[in-house]
Antibody
Framework: QVQLKESGPGLVQPSQTLSLTCTVS????????VIWVRQPPGKGLEWMGV???????NYNSALKSRLSISRDTSKSQVYLKMNSLQTEDTATYYC??????????WGQGVMVTVSS | DIQMTQSPSFLSASVGDRVTINCKAS??????LNWYQQKLGEAPKRLIY???NLQTGIPSRFSGSGSGTDYTLTISSLQPEDFATYFC????????FGAGTKLELK
């Protein structure tokens, strides 16, 4: 069955770089896109960006200068890197499979706190 | 970028009530509109895709409608497990979420 699981550090210092991994199973990264979405505590969902099945990427214009999404199809992993973190980047970060009908399967999320 | 305006932000209702939640896009999104339910501490769960298609396993009391820029989620008879937060998402041009509607027990 389709599964996605996020992993990464729970705590990042201000101004540092966040690195997260989304490990997928049950589908091919060459056939589906994977998006990253974040949710600050008590707030709504923010679409961050996508890596498509062909490897192309698109980013939220508000995050574009700090964000990079890449993948390793042989490992079934998608990576998020975001630099210059600030306290407002504290959030739960989700990855989700993006199909022709939009995001369908989601990971459980990983909470990231930006604090010194 | 397409903007999504979701209303209301909060909704207080009772078990058995019929409720509607609305999303308005800043431009035509060609029915590429999904609805998600999120409970506290959980990932979003897709309820409806492309305006009116019910996700497998979702009860038929959930339905969606709309076209162009205006879309609606309807829950025909609220059940206790339906009290949660609901988000719309357009996927016509990349993805944009609505701000969410928190459905609370009256």
């Amino acid at each position: 069955q389709v599964q996605l699981k996020e992993s990464g550090p729970g705590l990042v210092q201000p101004s540092q770089t966040l690195s997260l991994t989304c490990t997928v199973s049950g589908f091919s990264l060459s056939s589906y896109g994977v998006i990253w979405v974040r949710q600050p505590p008590g707030k709504g969902l923010e679409w961050m960006g996508v890596i498509w099945g062909n490897g192309n990427t698109n980013y939220n214009s508000a995050l574009k200068s700090r964000l990079s999404i890449s993948r390793d199809t042989s490992k079934s992993q998608v990576y998020l890197k975001m630099n210059s973190l600030q306290t407002e980047d504290t959030a739960t970060y989700y990855c989700a499979r993006d199909s022709r009908t939009g995001p369908d399967y989601w990971g459980q999320g990983v909470m990231v706190t930006v604090s010194s | 970028d397409i903007q999504m305006t979701q209303s209301p932000s909060f909704l207080s209702a009772s078990v058995g009530d019929r409720v509607t939640i609305n999303c308005k896009a800043s431009q035509n999104i060609n029915k590429y509109l999904n609805w998600y339910q999120q409970k506290l501490g959980e990932a979003p769960k897709r309820l409806i895709y492309n305006t009116n298609n019910l996700q497998t396993g979702i009860p038929s009391r959930f339905s969606g409608s709309g076209s162009g820029t205006d879309y609606t989620l309807t829950i025909s008879s609220l059940q206790p497990e339906d009290f949660a937060t609901y988000f719309c998402l357009q996927h016509n041009s990349l993805d944009t979420f609505g701000a969410g509607t928190k459905l609370e027990l009256k």
